[in-house]
């Protein structure tokens, strides 16, 4: 990946109407769940993210036969999957990837390595080993962090109570069990993302949800055709962004609003953010709308409990968005912060200080004293995250100089088309 860095200048206004890309989360599962058909399944407006080809390369490596019928649209044939004995599986930098595989592997009579590129070698691979190994899995791994070795076959349900809201580490154990005789149950603090039981359930799936209790029993999946809609967290940046630069107003189309992703919607609403939600529509189980977000002047608020998992991806945006409302806000209970692709808290708080944020770092989450004039005039790091790099850009919209964000090509992790979208909106 060719370095890049990217001067930020300040923005007068931000107008106009642009399509989210596709959601990441559904992308991955529409791949994986398309591997478990058996049969041939056509995905529509797949992301293009690296971490979302990862999981494309993968399922290549295990049978599939993927076709771009064009730029987005896909057809997958999974007649020949898990026909070899061994797979050695590349899973770059996305740790949905690895996590998620591991349980669909775990369950059947192949050995698999999954591994990861330098970041994801890092990250905690223990919340899905444990599940997997309390479901009989054998799994060689160095200190809970990949790669991780499998060696997969019959495996027999568990009532599992997890530690964690996570869908990830939902996500793994039901695709384990999804392979596995009996019912696997799975009980959260509170309740994530449901992705995968909506799309598990649309592709037939025997599984059961009811607020933070999600059951599954052993099924065939039918093979059909899914459409992926815009991804809320990638909308994010641009819904912060529209409600912190003076006299915006954008529409975002076909954007997801899943009721387990909102938090970022509800967050604003809170703070005084002028949103309307658009032709509300349901496809492939997940519902789906446009939104409108104008310019608005925004209060503090409390971020904390349930509300932490519907938005854990947003709050690095969420901390800039913060530092343009009056008063003092509070991030608790997001110490999970911690795991992502950087220390996201430590990094985030250093980061935003330097450009003149008013933000303390706590163990779980972090508060920030508004409002603040941004001065810039510096240069910032995105710790190879994403996330980070495109709250900075974000940031970098309000304030007085420039900012220079290093490494910047970090956002072609999920975003590829982020700054060619947001720049086609300034006035």
Same mark, same amino acid.
């Given at each position: 990946?060719?370095?890049?860095? +990217?001067?930020?200048?300040?923005?007068? &206004?931000?107008?106009? @109407?642009? *399509?989210?890309?596709? #959601?990441? !989360? /559904? =992308?991955? $599962?529409?791949?994986?769940?398309?591997?478990?058909?058996?049969?041939?399944?056509?995905?529509?407006?797949?992301?293009?993210?690296?971490?979302?080809?990862?999981?494309?390369?993968?399922?290549?490596?295990?049978?599939?036969?993927?076709?771009?019928?064009?730029?987005?649209?896909?057809?997958?044939?999974?007649?020949?999957?898990?026909?070899?004995?061994?797979?050695?599986?590349?899973?770059?930098?996305?740790?949905?990837?690895?996590? +998620?595989?591991?349980?669909?592997?775990? &369950?059947?009579?192949? @050995?698999? *390595?999954?591994?990861? #590129?330098? !970041? /994801? =070698?890092? $990250?905690?691979?223990?919340?899905?080993?444990?599940?997997?190994?309390?479901?009989?899995?054998?799994?060689?791994?160095?200190?809970?962090?990949?790669?991780?070795?499998?060696?997969?076959?019959?495996?027999?349900?568990?009532?599992?109570?997890?530690?964690?809201?996570?869908?990830?580490?939902?996500?793994?154990?039901?695709?384990?069990?999804?392979?596995?005789?009996?019912?696997?149950?799975?009980?959260?603090?509170?309740?994530?993302?449901?992705?995968?039981?909506?799309?598990?359930?649309?592709?037939?799936?025997?599984?059961?949800?009811?607020?933070?209790?999600?059951?599954?029993?052993?099924?065939?999946?039918?093979?059909?055709?899914?459409?992926?809609?815009?991804?809320?967290?990638?909308?994010?940046?641009?819904?912060?962004?529209?409600?912190?630069?003076?006299?915006?107003?954008?529409?975002?189309?076909?954007?997801?609003?899943?009721?387990?992703?909102?938090?970022?919607?509800?967050?604003?609403?809170?703070?005084?953010?002028?949103?309307?939600?658009?032709?509300?529509?349901?496809?492939?189980?997940?519902?789906?709308?446009?939104?409108?977000?104008?310019?608005?002047?925004?209060?503090?608020?409390?971020?904390?409990?349930?509300?932490?998992?519907?938005?854990?991806?947003?709050?690095?945006?969420?901390?800039?968005?913060?530092?343009?409302?009056?008063?003092?806000?509070?991030?608790?209970?997001?110490?999970?912060?911690?795991?992502?692709?950087?220390?996201?808290?430590?990094?985030?708080?250093?980061?935003?200080?330097?450009?003149?944020?008013?933000?303390?770092?706590?163990?779980?989450?972090?508060?920030?004293?508004?409002?603040?004039?941004?001065?810039?005039?510096?240069?910032?790091?995105?710790?190879?995250?994403?996330?980070?790099?495109?709250?900075?850009?974000?940031?970098?919209?309000?304030?007085?100089?420039?900012?220079?964000?290093?490494?910047?090509?970090?956002?072609?992790?999920?975003?590829?088309?982020?700054?060619?979208?947001?720049?086609?909106?300034?006035?």
């Amino acid at each position: 990946m060719s370095v890049q860095n +990217l001067e930020v200048i300040k923005a007068n &206004s931000l107008k106009g @109407e642009i *399509t989210i890309p596709p #959601d990441k !989360s /559904l =992308s991955h $599962r529409a791949a994986m769940f398309s591997c478990l058909t058996g049969g041939i399944c056509c995905v529509e407006n797949f992301s293009l993210g690296a971490d979302c080809i990862s999981t494309l390369n993968i399922i290549k490596a295990l049978g599939c036969d993927v076709e771009f019928l064009s730029e987005r649209n896909l057809r997958i044939d999974s007649s020949n999957a898990f026909k070899k004995d061994r797979f050695n599986l590349d899973c770059g930098n996305s740790g949905t990837s690895m996590r +998620l595989f591991s349980g669909i592997l775990a &369950s059947r009579e192949i @050995e698999s *390595t999954l591994y990861g #590129d330098e !970041s /994801l =070698s890092k $990250r905690p691979m223990k919340r899905v080993i444990l599940p997997l190994e309390l479901m009989g899995a054998k799994i060689k791994h160095s200190n809970f962090r990949a790669p991780l070795i499998i060696k997969g076959g019959e495996l027999f349900p568990i009532d599992y109570k997890s530690p964690i809201a996570s869908a990830q580490v939902k996500s793994c154990v039901l695709l384990a069990g999804l392979n596995t005789y009996g019912e696997t149950k799975v009980t959260e603090p509170y309740v994530s993302r449901d992705h995968t039981e909506r799309m598990l359930k649309y592709l037939g799936a025997d599984i059961v949800s009811e607020s933070n209790v999600v059951k599954i029993k052993k099924s065939k999946l039918e093979p059909k055709n899914l459409k992926v809609c815009g991804d809320i967290s990638s909308a994010a940046f641009f819904l912060v962004a529209a409600a912190i630069v003076p006299d915006s107003d954008v529409i975002l189309k076909d954007v997801g609003v899943n009721p387990t992703r909102t938090g970022i919607i509800d967050v604003m609403i809170n703070m005084g953010a002028d949103i309307e939600i658009l032709d509300e529509r349901v496809i492939c189980n997940e519902p789906v709308a446009d939104i409108r977000i104008k310019y608005s002047s925004l209060k503090a608020t409390k971020i904390d409990g349930a509300l932490i998992p519907r938005l854990i991806d947003e709050l690095p945006v969420i901390a800039v968005l913060a530092s343009q409302a009056d008063g003092t806000t509070i991030v608790k209970d997001a110490e999970d912060l911690r795991n992502k692709e950087s220390d996201r808290i430590k990094c985030l708080v250093s980061e935003l200080r330097k450009i003149g944020v008013n933000i303390e770092e706590a163990q779980d989450g972090f508060v920030v004293y508004g409002k603040s004039k941004l001065s810039g005039g510096c240069t910032v790091e995105c710790y190879r995250d994403h996330r980070l790099a495109m709250s900075l850009y974000v940031a970098g919209l309000v304030c007085n100089k420039s900012v220079l964000i290093n490494e910047f090509q970090w956002v072609n992790i999920s975003f590829p088309e982020f700054q060619s979208m947001m720049e086609s909106l300034r006035c």
